[in-house]
């Protein structure tokens, strides 16, 4: 009678662990999502839906020219009683390592902008995602090169260009060979700012939010060095936050991103 009484209360322990695990399985992406999902958009104004794309983008290297079909992702401003609306910025978001152009529609950031009233393009950069691997040479001028020919590809005309970590790539040499092309610029600790000197960045008239993770004590720390010899330049540090610092705190970067742009 002990025993069944026993092993009555087992098998009721062992429904209620399983029961909480499924609750907590099913409903706490539910409960980040809400959590990092930016506000409602103003009534009268539907979601903007992301579209996926792809475009042959040609590419004049040092030694060859090369043609690659760059995958991107693309939010434009909703239809406000029935009319499309004209964006009134562009915003193009490269990515770092470990993250491609879903990242960016993931934590809401280009439904964010399209809201906003802007274009927001998300590339997925050569052997990211949904690109194929393309040679970009070694040169940064090939890289930054690459960048210019996806602009005029898809019609970016001066773009605010966002570009964390590995991405620095491609945006830094795009900064040096190419300013005149952005709006503004929104480097996240990116990579390859100890290529240029303090005189290089003096040069550029772009203006810049510099942004790193109070606890990026490495690349944060060391493009934060270089990159405050850009004269137009404001800086944010997010309290806590890691070298991915914009997914650490996802609304106080959306909040420091939409107020640079309104500036732009």
Known sequence: MHIC??????????????????????LLPHILLHKFRPSDPPQGISMANTKQLRVNVTVQKTQKTGTLQV???EALPPEKDGENLQPSLEVL???????????????????????????AVAVDLPGFGNTPH??????????????????????????????PSMSGRFSIPFLM???????????????????Y???????????????????DT?????????????PHHTVFKIPAGHHACYLDEPQKFHNALLDFLSKC
């Open 5 to 26: 009484s026993f092993n009555r209360i087992r098998l009721l322990a062992f429904l209620l662990v399983v029961s909480v695990a499924l609750v907590v399985y099913y």
């Open 71 to 73: 995958f991107y992702r």
């Open 93 to 119: 978001l490269l990515h770092g390592q470990a993250f491609n152009s879903k990242t960016w529609e993931g934590l809401g950031t280009l439904n964010l902008l399209a809201q906003q009233g802007y274009r």
């Open 134 to 163: 393309m040679e970009t040479g070694k040169v940064d001028k090939d890289r930054a090169d690459f960048l210019l020919a996806f602009l005029n590809s898809v019609g970016l005309q001066t773009p605010v260009l966002v570009s």
């Open 177 to 195: 060979f190419q300013n005149q092309r952005l709006k503004g610029f929104i480097p996240i600790a990116p990579v390859g700012t100890s290529q």
């Open 197 to 215: 000197s303090a005189e290089q960045y003096q040069k550029i008239q772009t203006p810049t939010l510099i942004v790193f993770g109070e606890l």
């Open 218 to 230: 490495n690349l944060g720390a060391q493009s934060l060095n270089n990159l405050k010899h850009l």
